[in-house]
């Protein structure tokens, strides 16, 4: 599908967007966001509950918890920590259809130069990794005189497969 010649045609990472679910607001919210923070270096925002739980105790519109989105070169650099806290092994089934891919880290304390606080606790998060064309889907995103983009312009899974071989040293485990 990567045409060597046609550099638009080649992969990039869009952007990267952290994730801690907590399940409830007050405190462990604050030091959730306290964690995203000190992990990537910008300010993460609330995530809110989109239907009530009873049973869970959780009502619509209820901060439960926190993401921060990266882009540019700062994504590139935190997926390259993140990876390397899983020995830069992934599963093929983090792949979807289209490319992106997802994974867990089981707590913060796995990236360097971090130990664990009492005061904070432990703290996983989801990291999930978006994967477009150079060319980009800005033809089909943009307000002025959008345009269709072609299935030519979507990324597979093979391709990104490689693409994290290649760039990341990534191992694919079954």
Not at 48 to 54: G, I, P, V, Y
Not at 94 to 112: E, K, Q, R, V
Not at 148 to 167: D, I, M, N, P, Y
Request: charged share 30%; proline share 4%; with cysteine.
């Amino acid at each position: 599908m990567t045409d060597p010649s046609n550099p638009w045609l080649g992969l990039k990472i869009e952007k990267v967007v952290i994730n801690i679910g907590v399940g409830q607001s007050g405190e462990r919210l604050a030091k959730a966001q306290k964690v995203l923070q000190m992990v990537t270096g910008q300010k993460p925002v609330a995530t809110r509950a989109h239907s009530t739980n009873r049973d869970l105790g959780i009502r619509e519109g209820q901060e439960i918890g926190t993401k921060v989105t990266l882009r540019g070169t700062k994504a590139i650099e935190f997926v390259q920590r993140a990876l390397g806290t899983r020995e830069k092994q992934l599963s093929e089934a983090s792949l979807d259809a289209h490319g992106n891919f997802a994974f867990g880290i089981p707590d913060y304390t796995d990236f360097p130069g971090f130990k664990y606080d009492p005061q904070i606790g432990i703290f996983g998060m989801d990291v999930c990794v978006e994967i477009a064309r150079k060319g980009g889907w800005r033809v089909e995103r943009r307000v002025r005189a959008p345009r269709h983009v072609g299935k030519g312009a979507w990324v597979e899974r093979a391709e990104t497969k490689s693409f994290l071989e290649k760039e990341f040293d990534v191992k694919f485990v079954e």
